[in-house]
């Protein structure tokens, strides 16, 4: 994102040197200094998109840009910059910070991506991080966890306010008790000679794999790299249901999800699904957990470490989101803290049980 910086930064100080620029001077100076490619109303430099709008008062009320003109784009970022009498200022506008679509919001189906959406569409506060720049590479690391499809599934519900599919997980009271024993079920683990099993089973499958793993780690779409990696781990399999791989364990089943971080980048995984979590845990003898595999590219070297996800350190890192709400689930999670911290070779894995517990009650009530 350095060009995008520099182009902020630019920006910026032509508005400071000429408050009353307007739009078409600060857009000129911008693609004479910086010669981006011109599709229609966006202008695609390297690595970004940005797309000038002026407005003379709040709120920023313009139309944008079409759903479809960003769909193209979106797996990068897309800027807005927004230009006021007196000042300037800078919004992205992926697909992950709208609310919803505005403009022929009649037509939006899945099947039929129709179109646009205006200034006050966009999030300007995203899970308590202000959409700015400052921010932004933040927020991209969020935006990066979701695929197309899952925000345009979002889009269609909250524009068309379409009844949701009901994936919404209601346990019965005798589930509820399996579900907040899982605490205890992840501490057991830990001491449990098969779990050791099973992380050296999964190191071992990491270590032999390590060339490939380093080589897919330079893949730039965080979902192309994060589907490979995960492919090499669990030999070819990309379920997409609650975790990748399952094993058999102490009279129960191990659900193990493989995370990826890579050292020199910031990164926001998406966990799991709520509802299919809870579920997963309310059978007997049910045991969740991350597979978490560090990867340093200019080291050229992995590290990997099984470990439940009710491990403190991991509900720490745990973010719901927020912006999900109002679907027919309980929405999803992310690793949005120090996730990576359970690397760290002096670490040793730990339940809380009241803090675990705590957490399941707040999901469960969701």
């Not at 991506?113 to 899970?127: A, R």
């Not at 969020?142 to 919404?168: G, P």
């Not at 709520?274 to 595999?293: H, N, P, Q, R």
């Amino acid at each position: 994102m350095s060009e995008l910086t520099d182009a902020i930064r630019f920006i910026t100080e032509v508005k400071s040197a000429r408050p009353s620029a307007e739009k078409e001077e600060i857009q000129l100076a911008y693609v004479v200094r910086f010669r981006p490619e011109r599709n229609r109303s966006l202008f695609v430099g390297d690595g970004y998109s940005m797309r000038f709008s002026e407005t003379r008062g709040s709120p920023f009320s313009n139309t944008v840009l079409s759903l479809s003109a960003l769909r193209r784009v979106d797996d990068r970022p897309v800027v807005v910059c927004v230009v006021s009498p007196n000042s300037v200022r800078f919004l992205l506008a992926n697909s992950t910070f709208l609310k919803k679509i505005s403009h022929s919001s009649h037509r939006l189906r899945l099947d039929n991506v129709k179109g646009s959406f205006n200034g006050t569409d966009i999030l300007t506060n995203y899970e308590g991080i202000a959409n700015q720049p400052e921010n932004f590479d933040r927020l991209i690391a969020f935006h990066a966890a979701f695929t197309w499809s899952e925000n345009l599934e979002r889009l269609v519900e909250t524009t068309t306010a379409i009844v949701a599919k009901n994936v919404r997980f209601d346990p019965t009271p005798e589930q509820r008790v399996i579900i907040l024993r899982a605490p205890e079920r992840s501490a057991a683990a830990l001491s449990s000679v098969r779990f050791a099993e099973i992380e050296d089973e999964l190191r071992t499958i990491a270590s032999q794999r390590e060339p490939e793993i380093l080589r897919a780690a330079a893949i730039d779409n965080v979902n192309l790299r994060g589907n490979r990696i995960e492919r090499l781990v669990t030999g070819g399999l990309n379920l997409h249901e609650l975790g990748d791989l399952s094993r058999g364990f102490d009279g129960g089943e191990l659900v193990v999800d493989v995370k990826t971080k890579l050292s020199d980048r910031l990164s926001a995984p998406k966990a799991y699904n709520i509802d299919k979590m809870l579920t997963f845990l309310a059978a007997e003898g049910s045991v969740f957990a991350f597979l978490v595999l560090g990867v340093d590219v200019r080291a050229g070297a992995i590290a990997a470490r099984l470990v439940p996800v009710l491990d403190q350190v991991l509900l720490v890192a745990t973010t719901v989101q927020h912006h999900w709400a109002g679907r027919g689930s309980r929405g999803v999670t992310q690793l949005a803290g120090r996730f990576d911290l359970v690397l760290a070779s002096a670490y040793t894995p730990k339940i809380d049980i009241a803090m675990a517990k705590g957490f399941l009650v707040e999901l469960l009530a969701r």
